[in-house]
């Protein structure tokens, strides 16, 4: 314990170096080199105070800041954030692991400043600067989110990452490392909020206006790996502004806001700066026969058996739906594959006297390729994550034998008069309606009004000629997403 309060006596700091008394301060070209306090844990333990005027200042505004986010949210981040300043970069959040004296291992929060940093993308010269504060909450967003929990992998990602977006989430996915450009994203949103509680009357093109553009793309964004972690400049501006949008209306109702609404919203920022990146799905189907009519003949004759009726039998089918995708495209291709059973009964006999004769029962394994037209896929303008729209899809249902049971309770059926089951293909359209995250949570709901005309081949002799009209309702739930 004794440890730890040497930790937190450390002070929050915040790197922050007085700027000049008059004219433009001088854009900087990098990390000055004398700056020794290095870009790591070890700036804990160190007592280096450059660039930090003012440790009371920057107390205030980390209190202040953790303050609102108890008050205003659900997420209940209660550590103690220590800010230092270091060699990096670039402002940077770490968890470091500390060792008690009774063996216990802590993960202390740590924010890494840079000052040449905060003087080069910032053209104020107030001691602390919006842009100051918002960089600030931007960091404590990546405590609080969580995004720091696998150091070890993430330091083995940061040494292995390129510039090519594709690589860096390949090598993102074999670490299990979530998606970086998304994570900055969410930071960006939370700080945002919180900036827009401090600062009441906050002008979000004013509060952009402030950055020095030409020194973040001069310096910032020619880095290879800074820019494989972070989405570029315009386009984290891009989506601010469709999230301070949003955000107006959200404050305006008075609602809570939990993570939930940080990680949806970025998630669906980042799919709109990416929308030709392909998505896939996999969910649940289920279906039930709510209409049919069969009709058996022999010979072109109808044949007076197998009636099918709801109540006395059913037909239902189970399995897998994947589907691939494109947001800003509405037409998707999808495939099934299910177990499904019909059941088909002859009864004679009225009221209380009815009586099941013959029932047919036969089995498949059903494979479903189609194509789809989503309107969900056409509703650009829209930037909630959840997305609700009509859909329509077709294609022929392949219905491979996996067996039948044939029972007669009227007459004797020998052994070798009984019918085999042959591969049939069918057409079939769905129209129904469906919910989306357009985030990259799985979840996805599908109702539809399935038609099918099905065709059943049944080898006996003499041979009948089968068909039924049959209209089912259909469930679905999205349960993996990649």
Not at 32 to 42: N, R, V
């Amino acid at each position: 314990m004794r440890l730890l309060v040497q930790v937190v006596l450390l002070s929050i700091l915040l790197a922050h170096q007085t700027k000049g008394q008059s004219g433009k301060p001088q854009r900087p070209t990098g990390v000055d080199e004398s700056y020794k306090i290095p870009c790591d844990c070890d700036a804990l333990t160190s007592v280096e105070r450059k660039y930090i005027p003012s440790e009371k200042e920057a107390g205030v505004i980390v209190a202040n800041f953790l303050k609102i986010v108890r008050q205003h949210s659900s997420l209940k981040y209660s550590n103690t954030i220590i800010v230092k300043a270091a060699g990096c970069g670039a402002p940077e959040a770490r968890n470091c692991p500390t060792t008690l004296p009774n063996n216990r291992t802590i993960d202390i929060p740590l924010i890494l400043y840079n000052n040449v940093f905060l003087e080069g993308i910032n053209k104020k010269m107030d001691s602390i600067t919006r842009i100051d504060k918002h960089i600030l909450a931007h960091e404590i967003g990546h405590h609080v989110f969580g995004h720091l929990k696998n150091t070890e992998n993430e330091a083995v990602f940061s040494e292995l990452q390129g510039t090519d977006a594709v690589n860096s989430e390949r090598i993102a996915r074999r670490f299990k490392v979530s998606n970086r450009h998304a994570e900055e994203i969410q930071a960006d949103f939370f700080g945002l909020w919180l900036l827009s509680l401090t600062e009441k009357s906050l002008d979000f093109e004013a509060f952009i206006a402030e950055f020095n553009l030409d020194y973040i793309r001069k310096y910032i964004e020619v880095d290879a790996r800074f820019s494989a972690s972070h989405p570029l400049f315009k386009d984290r501006i891009k989506a601010m502004r469709r999230f301070w949008d949003q955000l107006q209306i959200r404050q305006l109702q008075r609602k809570g806001i939990s993570q939930g609404y940080f990680s949806n919203s970025a998630s669906t920022a980042y799919i709109e700066l990416h929308p030709d990146r392909t998505f896939w799905d996999l969910g649940l189907v289920a279906g039930l026969t709510v209409v049919a009519k069969p009709m058996f003949t022999a010979g072109g004759q109808p044949v007076d058996a197998f009636l099918y009726s709801v109540p006395d039998a059913y037909n239902l089918y189970t399995g897998l739906n994947v589907s691939r995708y494109r947001w800003n495209n509405p037409w998707r291709y999808e495939g099934e594959i299910a177990y499904s059973k019909q059941t088909f009964g002859t009864t004679i006999g009225q009221g209380n006297d009815k009586r099941l004769v013959e029932t047919l029962e036969l089995r498949y394994l059903t494979v479903f390729p189609k194509i789809s037209w989503n309107s969900v896929g056409v509703k650009n303008t829209n930037f909630a994550s959840n997305r609700f729209g009509f859909f329509v899809s077709a294609g022929p249902i392949m219905r491979m034998p996996l067996g039948l049971d044939y029972q007669n309770r009227a007459v004797t059926v020998a052994p070798t008069s009984m019918p085999t089951l042959r591969l049939s293909i069918n057409p079939r359209i769905s129209l129904g309606v469906e919910l989306l995250q357009k985030t990259f949570l799985p979840r996805g709901y599908k109702v539809a009004l399935t038609y099918e005309w099905s065709s059943i081949k049944l080898t006996t002799d003499p041979r009948p000629e089968t068909g039924s009209h049959n209209f089912d309702l259909t469930l679905q739930y999205n349960f993996a997403r990649w």
